[in-house]
Nanobody, 123 residues
């Protein structure tokens, strides 16, 4: 499976941004999807996940009530809507696909990863 993120950029605190990941090469609905992020000098951390049928989502506490994950199984895409952005949200954002797990926060349980897209929140 190939994953390609898009939509990152530079925004100010309080702004919103939407990043999207396009999947190809494998049956999309066989995979639970997630977003992770990695700030400079920090470990990769879980942000949000969504199940295969788009019925259920799970969020890290740090982004709950600000971020929303969604997927479109007709277009093979997964998106992350980020509102009320803070400087501490600055990171490279990665989408990931897991065939055997759902809502896992462990990067090692995801088989496929995108190359990432940079999100910078700064005034």
């Amino acid at each position: 499976m190939q994953l390609a993120e898009s939509g990152g950029g530079l925004v100010q605190p309080g702004d919103f941004l939407r990043v999207t990941c396009a999947a190809s090469g494998r049956p999309f609905t066989n995979y639970a999807m997630a977003w992770f992020r990695q700030g400079l000098g920090r470990e990769r951390e879980f942000v949000a996940s969504i199940d295969r049928a788009a019925r259920d989502a799970y969020y890290a506490e740090s982004v709950k009530d600000r971020f929303t994950i969604s997927r479109d199984n007709t277009k093979n895409t997964v998106s992350l809507q980020m509102n009320s952005l803070k400087p501490e949200d600055t990171a490279v954002y990665y989408c990931a696909a897991a065939k055997y797990y759902t809502h896992s926060v462990q990067p090692s349980t995801y088989e496929y990863w995108g190359q990432g897209t940079q999100v910078t929140v700064s005034s």
